[in-house]
């Protein structure tokens, strides 16, 4: 028999754990629901966005570019990628049906990847990040590894901007009127072509950040490394209501949440069907929830 | 005509092999109130959202304060000082009543003429000032019309094309609708009207155009088109009841 405080002790340390993988999450969901919310299009080759970001890092490695300077340059690398994405992959298809824009999205993916694989190597590349990543405190007989503090402390400040822009700014209230009516924000001057190259350009920032955490988890560079991320994204805007903004970052904490106590409560000898497990417990709060936690049934005029 | 605020001439709109608009032609002078009538589908809300830039124009041209218009988006016309307060309200229903205010003066490049119109529209509606921290989707169906013609009035407009102010209104709103537009009048603001409501709109409108199947069936003066109407009973679905 296990005492309650120690099983306090665990629940705790396991939610820590959540929070961080949650901050990822919630940082790939949201960049994903910004440019659904606009477009109505889920854009597969979101992922490859943190790709890009990740092997900008690994080039700039090589060349013993300081970490302070690799950071900002992956975050610009994957806006620029996102703004292109749209500019060639998605601006001429504007107006085209939901399928035709994911199959584009999946194909921009192929391309991307394959991209990497002629250029680089299809094999995995490793990328030397700051020792800190693997450092641990212990603040009352809890572990928090300083990867865990980064990445929580940097979500809730990218959250935090990115909330006061959206609802300060006339550009960022243009982008949430947008998400609601978009023929009507461009009766008010807004030009469409803006509205939506800034959703991609924060879709970019968002991936750019999260690719760094991601780096940082597996250590690594590879071609396909953009579909993982990407797939958890939309389970996570899923989970939170497709389209919703809030809803993908609470998504992204509830998906965390529950691989998390999967990988705590699970036998050794099914832990290899995580995935199976997580996406099992999606499916039941769809089935209660079916427009995700916070969807909306549909829009009322 | 040289003083014509709007002139529309010849405009064709077509969805696919469908043509909506045939070959319309329309002019709107500085103060007037226009009205454009007709029966459901007869093209009304084609030939606004047309002008306004949000359904491409087939053919035609669309000229506004001497200038073409036809070929620009609607993000580029509505600077040009002309706004469409569209059917259905279609106020942003997330946002508060204060944001939607605050967008629709995006096309006001003049902060001063800016403050002006928000304090004009916050006069003209009060319920817009006591609800401005309201979500506007929560708004009743009376409220939303008038923070819909108040967020196209934040850009200064010169010409207000309003598709069916009153629809769906109880008949004290829609009494409010039309003495509002009565005072925009006085206040200089010319109107291009469409309206289910003839007879209201008939009595306030100087001049009148009536769409049938897509093209113009009849044009003059409002007192004329509602004699016409009243002799000829129910006229091409508009009848007046």
Known sequence: MIPLADLAQEAIQQAINALALGSTYALLALGLAMVFSILGLVNFAHGELVTVAAYTMYLLNLEDVPFAAQVPAAIAAAAVAAVLMERIAFRPLRGASFLTLLFASFALAVIIQNIFL????????????????????????????????????????????????LRRSTQGLGMLAAAQDFQVTRLMGIPANRVIATAFAISGVLAGIAAIFVLARRGTVEPTMGFNPVLKAFIASVIGGLGSLTGAVVGGFVLAAIEVGLDASLPDDV??????????????????????????????? | MADDLLAVERLLVRYGPIVAVREVSLRVEQGEIVALLGANGAGKSSFLNAVAGLVPVASGRVRFRGEEIQQLAPERIVKRGLSLTPEGRRVFPRLSVADNLRLGAVPQADRAAAKAAHERVLELFPILRERSDQVAGTLSGGQQQMLAIGRSLMANPRLLLLDEPSLGLAPILVDQIFELLARLREQGTTILLVEQNVHRALELADRAYVLAGGAIEREGPAAEIRASAEIEGAYLGIGIS
């Open chain 1, 271 to 301: 832990l290899g069907f995580r995935d199976a497990f997580a996406l099992a417990v999606v499916i039941a709060i769809l089935y209660f929830r079916p427009e995700g936690l916070l969807g909306r049934p549909s829009e009322a005029r």
């Open chain 1, 118 to 165: 002629a250029a680089i190597s299809p094999r995995q590349k490793g990328v030397r990040l700051p020792d800190l990543f693997n450092e641990a405190i212990t603040v009352g007989g809890y572990t928090i590894g300083w990867l865990q503090i980064i990445t929580t402390a940097t979500c809730a400040v990218a959250l935090l901007v990115l909330t006061t822009f």
